[in-house]
């Protein structure tokens, strides 16, 4: 079965940065588009970066530039690295893999950008 285990969230200061991990297991992670989408409170989960099986990265706009996806598939893993954080950064950040028409969630990971 698939499994996504996000961590890495955290308190960080306006500026600071985070790396958020995805573990994935129970399907072939080199063959899927891996994804992160992140749910502020009282709004709606919205797509953050998408990385491509081949590698080509897309970005939502308020990130770009300060946000970097990547994977390594010998380790079957998903990174978020997130720099020059801002308060509206706050969300739990959630891993996604939509496989046979299944889209598949992690747990989440809280952060939480605060002075």
């Known amino acids: 079965q698939v499994q996504l285990v996000e961590s890495g969230g955290g308190l960080v200061q306006p500026g600071g940065s985070l790396r958020l991990s995805c573990a994935a297991s129970?399907?072939?992670?080199?063959?899927?588009?891996m994804s992160w989408y992140r749910q502020a409170p009282g709004k709606e989960r919205e797509l953050v970066a998408v990385?491509?099986?081949?590698?080509?990265?897309n970005y939502e706009d308020s990130v770009k530039g300060r946000f970097s996806i990547s994977r390594d598939n010998a380790k079957n893993t998903v990174y978020l690295q997130m720099n020059s954080l801002k308060f509206e950064d706050t969300a739990v950040y959630y891993c996604?893999?939509?496989?046979?028409?299944?889209?598949?969630w992690g747990q989440g990971t809280q952060v939480t950008v605060s002075s």
């Open positions: 996604n893999v939509r496989r046979a028409w299944v889209n598949y």
């Open positions: 129970g399907f072939t992670f080199s063959s899927y588009s």
């Open positions: 990385i491509g099986s081949g590698g080509s990265t």
